[in-house]
């Protein structure tokens, strides 16, 4: 008997239940009216009354086990399966979950729509997957230019004829877009993804954004050019902010202009993120050049405009000081949490 009992309290330190229903066949097994303890006291009656002492023991001891034991196993799966009865409150609200937030380059671009907007712009759209006209061709772009190489541009298809299927270097297509379809007064601001064949680095990628401006009617001047970006800059970078306008070329412009923006960390002294110059380039703009006006069926006797276009990554590393183009497109929580509170 001693050696049953020995076995089965081996036995039962790894026994293991997953549902009430196990433990219960335990229990009957060991515990029921034919189970095993109930056998062991059958025998315990044939004992010789000298050695009933020691055995009572150590039966009632063995049972005390068994109990301890069952009841061990019911307290596991209660745990697992019913919580808490305390926190079974139905009217409790949901734990929050918590909330995405905005992509950096959506901040920015949002800001710069609404900026725009506020002065009479609205939001033009073209597609990422162009041909060689509306990127090229119609802006005004010889048939030799560089920006048309292999090197520069992803085709799509390689065709005999002058349009290939491309997939857009600059939003500047959009204008030739809506100059087809639509007679001035224009004033169009465009954002929207761009793509060229550049080796990912801290500073280039193969993909980004930019956002394209566009102002036709009577009579627009340069002056008008300055004014608006003007406003743009101390809307986007503060009041105290100062532009300048660098001559540069640009197929589509005529006269063409880089712009620059004081730098606001420094305060336009001199630091290392303007590099020392106190200015920070933000984007290409210009007069539109009367052959891109005609090309698209606008009358450049009657008509002028400007454009103007920027990239998006740019304005949001000035902005958020950020170091490297590749932390826009990792989607790391860690890079993208920063900016939940940002709109
Ligand atoms: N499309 C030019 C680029 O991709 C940017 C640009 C420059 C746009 C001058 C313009 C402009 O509209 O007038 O670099």
Known sequence: MKQIIENVLLELQNVKATSVQ??????????????????????FKQVPNEEKRKFGALLNDFKTKIEEKIEELKNGLESVHSPDAKNDDLT????????????????????IVEIFSRIGYVVAEGPEIEDDRHV???????????????????FIELREDDNHALLRTHTSSVQVRTMEKQQPPIRIIAPGRVFRNEAISARAHCIFHQVEGLYIDKGVSFADLKQSLLYFA???F?????????????????????MDVSCNLCEGKGCN?????????????GMIDPNVLDASGIDSNVYSGFAFGMGIERIAMLKYDIKDLRLYFENDLRFLKQFSSAY
């Open 22 to 43: 196990e433990v219960e066949q335990l229990k009957i097994k060991y515990l029921g009216k034919k189970g095993l303890l109930a056998g062991l006291f059958e025998e």
């Open 92 to 111: 409790k609200p949901s734990n929050l979950l918590s909330l995405g937030s905005l992509h950096p380059l959506s901040i920015v671009k949002n800001e």
């Open 136 to 154: 090229f061709g119609a802006l005004n772009f010889p048939p030799e230019h560089p920006a048309r190489d292999m090197q520069d541009t992803f």
């Open 234 to 236: 101390k809307e986007m």
């Open 238 to 258: 503060g009041e105290q902010t100062k532009i300048r306008l660098r001559p540069s070329y640009f197929p589509f412009t005529e006269p063409s202009a880089e």
């Open 273 to 285: 993120i303007c590099k020392g110059t106190g200015w920070l380039e933000i984007m290409g703009c």
